[in-house]
């Protein structure tokens, strides 16, 4: 594998783990979330980074569009976070946060091995 793809996974892969980081388990509560400014604009930028080695992985090669199943909507959502801040509903993150980032965590450590 291109060491700058494997080093961009490696971004992934730790911006994943701080996010996880910041929700102890017997913590991981949407409303506490919500009312915590710090912690989603901590979470918002994780997923920037997230979406920004993605894009740079997908410039790079575009093969791993197969290999990281949502790299279109992965790159979307970076833009969104950049460029439409105003428009990001708690709601929306939170669903990411429960939903894909598992996934994706699965896919960069697949790919890492």
């Known amino acids: 594998m291109d060491e700058r793809i494997e080093k961009w996974l490696f971004d992934i892969k730790l ?8 929700f102890p388990e017997e913590e991981f509560n949407f ?12 979470v918002e ?9 993605v894009n740079r992985i997908l410039k790079r090669d575009d093969s791993f569009e197969e290999k990281i199943k949502d790299a279109r909507a992965i790159v979307g959502l ?9 428009s990001i509903s708690d709601e929306n993150i939170w669903s990411i946060l429960i939903n894909h980032l598992p996934k994706l965590k699965a896919e960069v450590d697949l790919l890492l091995k």
Do not use: C, P, W
């Open 31 to 42: 409303f506490d979330y919500k009312e915590n400014t710090m912690l989603k604009r901590a």
């Open 78 to 86: 970076r833009n969104q976070v950049i460029h439409a801040y105003d």
């Open 15 to 22: 911006s994943i783990e701080e996010i996880e980081s910041f």
């Open 45 to 53: 930028r994780n997923l920037e980074i997230i979406g920004e080695a």
